[in-house]
């Protein structure tokens, strides 16, 4: 296992990180409080300040670096520099870490961000040539959003196979009804495009029951029925909402892959995204990690910094043990990803996700005390960056269920 950069990597990983110090730090305050802003008075549109900085980061060829290996090279043929870089997972990781530094911006600058990079993998990997033409081509450019739409508020969603609201065909057409929730991207002005996962036929082997289709948002029968707080905050202007389909009918070559292989496509679609999402959590460990020490250094009670009050320097040493620890790991499964596909990364990916997101928390949780009652507020990033890491623990699956994937696997190397 090697985990050093190729020469291509190693250099988009300075320009990436320059890029995140240089234009992405001094603008993140001003671009969330527009945001924020707008969206107390009702309106939730974009910032300038965004396109200011896309702009920048494309010219400098800073642009869709996610995309995998495989696929670059023929993007680039069709779409310039729409291509991406050409990296590998291990490749992209530590430049996702970065990203992960201003988890809120950064990955939008670089059109790194999910859902739509899961959705985009999943139109490259699946989608028919008209299917890439219609939607691909412009999440690739950055001019629409997407959002990935399986979690209902009726059913046990962590169980994917329970999903109720329906994808039936009838003709030409799929006929889509239900419920969908938690759908990220769906308040973003630019959002256009759902992929909807629903049950076809419920007399089908319980892996082949459901299909998924793409569903314009503009569809009728298609109603954003509210906007969901995430711990009382909206991460405006992207927003997850609760939709419902009612009567929505769409052609029938929207479906992707085919009838009933929802879960091939869902195997397909994670693993990428998940050593993303855990990559970028480990940029904000480590941005946790130095705001403490700053802070600890910087105030002085009962004669001393914080810095060396009670069990602070055990804390941070704990604190740095973890995220390399944590890094590693990551690295062990984006590397495994790179050699043989999800298939051969099942158990790796899983452990990431139970491990990085507690690791995260925790250690964003230590940097707010050691900030004090300040560590609450919104002059640091730190409650926001505790949220994201919480959620990530139900985002994408919840902890017990990636546990149950590393048990099972574990337990069977030593059944007959
Ligand atoms: C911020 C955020 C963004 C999200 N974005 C999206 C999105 O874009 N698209 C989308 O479709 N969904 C999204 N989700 C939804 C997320 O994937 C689900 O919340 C998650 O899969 C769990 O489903 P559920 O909420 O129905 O919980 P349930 O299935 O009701 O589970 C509740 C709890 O039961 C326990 N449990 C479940 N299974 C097991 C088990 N096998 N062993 C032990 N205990 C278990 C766990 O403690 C679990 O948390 C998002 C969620 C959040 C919080």
Not at 26 to 51: I, K, M
Not at 337 to 347: R, T, V, Y
Request: glycine share 10%; net charge negative.
């Amino acid at each position: 296992m090697d985990f050093s950069p190729s020469p291509r990597a190693a250099e988009l990983l300075s320009s990436v990180t320059s890029f995140v110090a240089d234009e992405v730090e001094p603008a993140a305050a001003d671009y969330h409080r527009e945001v924020s802003e707008a969206a107390r008075n009702g309106t939730w549109q974009e910032s300038p300040v965004l396109d200011e900085l896309r702009k920048k980061a494309r010219a400098q060829g800073l642009w869709n670096l996610f995309l995998p290996t495989e696929h670059a090279g023929q993007y680039a043929e069709q779409f310039g520099t729409h291509g991406g870089a050409g990296l590998s997972n291990a490749d992209y990781a530590p430049l996702a870490e970065q990203m992960g530094r201003h988890t809120g911006l950064a990955p939008y600058v670089f059109n790194c961000h999910a859902p739509d990079t899961g959705n985009m993998e999943v139109l490259l990997k699946y989608g028919t040539d008209a299917q890439r033409a219609e939607w691909l081509e412009p999440l690739l450019d950055g001019r629409i959003r997407s959002a990935f739409t399986m979690t209902e508020p009726g059913v046990a969603s962590s169980d994917a196979t329970n999903m109720e609201a329906t994808a039936v065909v009838d003709g030409d057409e799929v006929v889509i009804n239900g419920r969908k929730w938690w759908s990220s991207g769906v308040g973003h002005p630019d959002c256009r495009l759902l992929i909807f996962m629903g049950l076809t036929d419920p007399d089908a082997d319980r892996h082949k029951r459901h299909t998924m289709v793409l569903v314009p948002l503009d569809s009728p029968g298609v109603e954003v029925e509210r906007l969901l707080p995430t711990m009382h905050t909206y991460d405006e202007p992207v927003g997850h909402g609760e939709v419902s389909f009612d009567e929505v009918r769409v052609p029938k070559e929207n479906i992707l892959l085919g009838e009933g292989r929802a879960f091939e496509i869902a195997q397909g679609r994670l693993g990428p995204g998940r050593v993303h999402h855990c990559m970028r959590l480990i940029g904000q460990a480590e941005l946790a990690l130095e705001l403490a020490i700053k802070r600890g250094l910087s105030r002085t009670a009962f004669g001393k910094p914080l810095v060396n009050l009670g069990g602070n320097r055990e804390r941070i040493a704990d604190a740095r043990i973890a995220i390399d620890q944590a890094r590693l790991l990551v690295l062990n499964a984006a590397w495994k990803l790179d050699e043989g596909g999800p298939l051969n990364a099942l158990s790796e990916v899983s452990q990431i996700k139970v491990l990085v997101p507690n690791m995260a928390q925790q250690v964003i949780d230590m940097a707010i005390q050691l900030h004090g009652g300040g560590g609450l507020s919104q002059d640091f990033p730190l409650a926001s960056m505790w949220t994201n890491a919480r959620a990530l623990r139900l985002a994408d699956g919840p902890d017990e269920v990636h546990r149950g994937v590393v048990a099972r696997l574990e337990i069977g190397k030593h059944q007959s």
